[in-house]
């Protein structure tokens, strides 16, 4: 089997779900929908790889989930960052911001 | 921090043992996400399914989705396993006997390896239970020139080996010996005590349980009535009240103070010792040698030094005693001291046969560890299609090689198991045996480092080759074992492996067998061996007078004993009844030197050769069944006063007479240089120290000339044991009330526990060595199954051209015999080396006895013939049509 492969770089899609839910804990679906509002002109994300990630988070202890009633009455799966999924967030953005103004100052300089 | 910690371990678990909720969960997750994502379509107004298509593109693929999503709970090496070991589990619930045969032999191999492994462990290897009891050491001396190989120490020894000697923290000494515990309800018990020195304790290191120890203010020769008790006896007699420590109890019919109790475990120097007592150390008595010296050495001294040392010591007192030694020089002579390691002496007389037991379960598991790989690379040949296919449709080699490796592992892991239960059996037969007696036993239990040796090995030799054939299915010989005809994953050099294989078990099994073959005719020679006595339907029976009344006052002895014996011998059943000081093979023995009248000691020794003495009554010689052969034996005219008489063995007699010219001769003793006793009989000689001992000179006094206030009662009966013994306590208990009747057996029971360490040698090693012989058949009856199997179609044809079924038979036959003859062969060589080990054990038999090698060769090549047999003549009936269906 091939893997589908991100288009994003590799540990970027732990950051974007870990900011989307620093704001309120959402499903799934929900994650997937902010991240595509937010970036739909530039990222292409298959929906199927979200939940993977999700439960690596998990693994990690970064996000926890729980079973919960959604809009009209509908059971779904939230996640929710938990103490450490905080912190993981400030040192990845953190990180994050670090490479690029690094990559962007190499870029600029030649 | 915490409570992250416990969430991730509550996932982790979660991951594991609750997949088919998570699983369930998962899907209902996608489908929701599914459900919300074509609903958000269909609000942008397109028709269900349209906005369904484009949902589901939008998501990705949903398999793969979930296989990752799985894979990222991190554990799907753990889900892969538990999948190989269930298809493992299917996979040998398919072939039930070849799976059953690789389990029971590999827990055969674990079991007997780690339950003979235990004992030693548990009796050779383990510290005894004293602190620092590496510096512990037995003394004794010996003077060989007058057959004194083993000589104890008289009270005189004992105080000079303790000042003189350097290189002791401490040095003490003990001896067996019996005391009566009267009762408060004046029912008395006989126990068995030790009289030690001031230091015993001290040297042992252990410190009381309660109150103290016999110490060195006890060590005159008329010490103070105390007595330290073991922890069973003060459990058992005393129930185990503290207040009993100051009091006083009655022994031997004097009033004695128990002043301490000993620690449970504590059961030196024998585990039936109940009581310690003061031994009444007295340095000015220069005779009576019946002290074993204990000692411990101090932290810088050696082994070496303490030997030289006392050596010396013995040699000056030599010169101290001219009447004993006649001026021989001590230096010019092998007169020394024997200092042994303690642990060496409690265990020395099993070590050999333990570590024979030890090198015959190292070649078992050896013979099993070769079964297992020729069985399972065998297996793993006749898979070579299944793992070729698997490598075809996508597997990878690694996927492959840890199917088989959990195969093999799920095996072992239940060889193990079982292993580890016959283990545990064969442990609690030995130890709960009533038949064995060896030391240490107590607390041996299977030990767990030997165990978890023993199951590392057998589980990395069936992962090894179980392994060893997919390496070679992974290299390349997939394709072609897909293609074509080609079954055995070795071929032609596959297959001289496994002969080599099949010939280094037969070897071993050779071994194995020549060795337990020995061990038998060594145990056979042993018991056929003439006693010179007739142990069976005689019954010994201690009679242990109360010393306060009877000590010190012979004719009391003398008037006691024979009246008991009378009325014994009016019992009915009874057939005859004799008083004696001891018995063969009781492990009690006087010995003294002896000197013939108007025959001096050979000339320049000037040293008197050593015979047993034994006081025995009127009728000994009848009722142990030792032939009188000149002479007459004692009766009521041997009293005290009249003419002191003797009976000398053959052994003795044969020194200086022939046949009766013994007669009518005279002998003295050395402790006693004054009284010359006429022989007035010759009896047959005796081995009484045991079988395997041969007989040594003895003379026997006259119980009534020198009585025993312990002596043995021997009873032989014809009627009902029991009824009679009953009826002999009574008899006793009417002329001596205070005298215990506790210690009662069969004579033969004296005679089968002298026996006891070659007669489990001999059914252990004698089970190994079939179990070896059955391993080896099975070893070469797979091999050449799987030969037939692989050429069957040849066969086949063969025969379809015109071969004779009989030539086929033959050529079969002929190639496994090869490997069987080539086996034997070396195996034969292998035990030649091999038994000079058992040598120091066996007993008549050479080492290289000829019957014992042609029998048991010959009979492992008939085992192998047979087992070679079966596939031969499946050869030689292959139907070339079947054959050539199989294809």
Redesign the interface.
């Given at each position: 089997?091939t893997?589908?492969r991100l288009d994003l770089p590799q540990g970027t899609l732990d950051l974007l779900i870990l900011k989307a839910l620093s704001l309120q804990p959402m499903?799934?679906?929900g994650i997937?929908?902010r991240i595509q509002l937010v970036s739909r002109e530039t990222l292409q994300i298959?929906?199927?790889?979200l939940?993977?990630?999700?439960?690596?988070l998990?693994?990690?202890?970064w996000v926890?989930a729980h079973?919960g009633t959604s809009e009209n009455n509908?059971?779904?799966?939230f996640y929710e960052l938990?103490?450490?999924g905080r912190r993981q967030l400030e040192r990845e953005t953190e990180e994050w911001r670090r490479l690029t103004g690094a990559v962007r100052l190499v870029l600029e300089m030649s | 921090m915490l409570t992250e910690l416990w969430s991730q371990v509550r996932y982790r678990a979660r991951a594991l043992f609750r997949r088919a909720e998570m699983d369930r969960e998962l899907d209902a997750e996608l489908r929701d996400h599914l459900e919300r994502e074509t609903e958000k379509y269909e609000r942008e107004g397109l028709p269900p399914d349209e906005a369904h298509r484009r949902a589901r593109r939008a998501f990705g693929r949903v398999s793969h989705a979930k296989e990752t999503a799985r894979a990222a709970r991190g554990t799907t090496l753990v889900d892969g396993v538990a999948r190989d070991l269930r298809y493992a589990v299917r996979s040998w619930w398919s072939r039930p006997v070849f799976a059953l045969g690789v389990i029971v032999i590999l827990a055969l191999g674990i079991g007997a390896t780690s339950g003979i492994f235990s004992l030693v462990d548990g009796i050779l290897l383990r510290p005894l239970p004293y602190p620092h009891s590496e510096r512990l050491v037995q003394l004794k001396q010996a003077y060989p020139e007058i057959g004194l190989d083993s000589w104890a120490l008289s009270n005189q020894n004992v105080a000079m080996y303790r000042d003189r000697v350097r290189g002791w923290q401490a040095f003490a000494g003990f001896h067996h010996g019996g005391a009566t515990l009267m009762r408060d309800d004046g029912r008395p018990r006989r126990l068995g005590v030790e009289r030690v020195t001031g230091d015993f304790f001290r040297v042992l290191g252990v410190p009381p349980l309660l109150g103290r120890t016999i110490g060195r203010s006890d060590d005159t020769p008329d010490p103070a009535r105390v007595a330290v008790l073991s922890y069973g006896l003060w459990k058992s007699e005393f129930g185990g009240r503290r207040s009993v420590v100051g009091s006083s109890i009655v022994l031997d019919g004097r009033t004695t103070r128990v002043v301490g109790v000993m620690p449970e475990g504590f059961d030196f120097p024998r585990p039936w010792a109940q009581a310690y007592l003061p031994l009444g150390l007295d340095p000015t008595r220069r005779f009576g040698w019946f002290i074993t010296g204990v000692g411990r050495l101090a932290p810088d001294a050696t082994l070496g030094e303490v030997r030289r040392s006392s050596r010396l010591a013995m040699w000056h007192w030599a010169t101290t005693m001219p009447g004993l030694f006649h001026g021989v020089k001590p230096e010019t002579t092998r007169m020394t001291t024997l200092v042994t390691p303690l642990r060496d002496v409690l265990v020395g007389d099993v070590r050999r046969p333990l570590e024979v037991l030890q090198a015959a379960v190292v070649l078992i598991l050896l013979i099993a560890v070769v079964n297992i790989a020729l069985l399972l690379s065998n297996r793993a040949a006749g898979r070579a299609r299944e793992m070729a296919l698997r490598r075809a449709l996508g597997a990878s080699g690694g996927r492959v090689a840890r199917q088989l490796l959990t195969e093999s592992l799920a095996l072992a892991l239940a060889g193990g198991v079982l292993g580890t239960g016959l283990a545990y059996l064969l442990v609690h037969l030995v130890v709960h045996s009533p038949a064995v007696s060896l030391p240490r036993l107590g607390d041996v239990g299977v030990s767990w480092r030997v165990l978890g040796f023993t199951l590392v090995v057998s589980a990395g030799a069936g992962v090894a080759f179980g392994l060893a054939p997919a390496i070679g299915l992974l290299r390349g010989r997939a394709s072609a074992s897909l293609a074509g005809a080609e079954r055995g994953a070795g071929g032609a050099a596959g297959r001289r492996f496994d002969g080599a294989l099949v010939g280094v078990q037969i070897a071993l099994a050779a071994v194995l067998l020549i060795a337990a073959g020995l061990m038998l005719q060594s145990f056979r020679n042993l018991m056929g061996t003439p006693l010179g006595f007739e142990p069976r339907g005689a019954t010994a029976i201690a009679l242990p007078l109360p010393a306060s009344v009877y000590a010190g006052h012979d004719s009391l002895v003398v008037r006691a004993t024979s009246e008991i014996v009378d009325r014994v011998r009016a019992v009915p059943g009874v057939s005859t009844a004799a008083i004696s000081w001891n018995l063969p093979l009781g492990g009690r023995y006087n010995t003294d030197g002896f000197q013939v009248e108007g025959r001096p000691p050979p000339a320049g020794t000037r040293v008197e050769t050593q015979t047993v003495q034994l006081g025995v009554g009127p009728g000994y010689f009848r009722t142990l069944g030792i032939p009188l052969l000149y002479g007459r034996s004692f009766d009521d005219r041997d009293e005290a006063g009249s003419v002191p008489v003797t009976v000398v063995d053959q052994a003795l007699a044969s020194r200086y007479w022939r046949g009766a010219e013994a007669l009518g001769h005279r002998i003295r003793l050395t402790g006693d240089t004054t009284t010359w006793f006429t022989i007035v009989g010759v009896a047959g000689s005796v081995r009484d120290e045991s079988a395997s001992v041969p007989p040594r000179p003895h003379a026997y006094f006259a119980f009534a000339q020198a009585p025993s206030a312990q002596p043995m009662l021997t009873v032989r009966t014809a009627g009902k044991r029991g009824t009679v013994i009953a009826a002999v306590r009574r008899a006793v208990r009417v002329v001596e009330p205070a005298v215990p009747v506790d210690d009662v057996r069969p004579l033969s029971d004296w005679v089968g526990s002298s026996l006891d360490t070659q007669r489990i040698t001999e059914v252990l090693l004698l089970a190994f060595a079939l179990l070896a012989a059955l391993l080896a058949s099975v070893g070469i009856y797979g091999v050449m199954s799987l030969y037939v199997t692989d050429r069957y179609r040849e066969f086949g044809v063969r025969l379809a051209i015109g071969a004779q079924p009989r030539g086929l038979l033959r050529m079969v036959l002929g190639q496994g015999m090869g490997l069987a003859v080539v086996g034997v062969a070396v195996g034969v060589a292998g035990a030649l080396v091999a038994t000079r080990w058992l040598r120091s054990i066996l007993y008549e038999v050479s080492a290289a006895d000829p019957v014992v090698y042609a029998v048991l060769a010959g009979g492992l090549l008939g085992v192998a013939a047979l087992s070679v047999y079966l596939p031969a003549r499946r050869a030689a009936h292959s139907d070339p049509l079947e054959a050539l269906r199989a294809e």
């Open positions: 089997m893997g589908a499903h799934g679906w997937s929908e298959p929906q199927g790889s939940y993977p990630a999700l439960h690596r998990e693994r990690k202890g926890k079973w509908r059971r779904a799966r938990t103490g450490a | -």
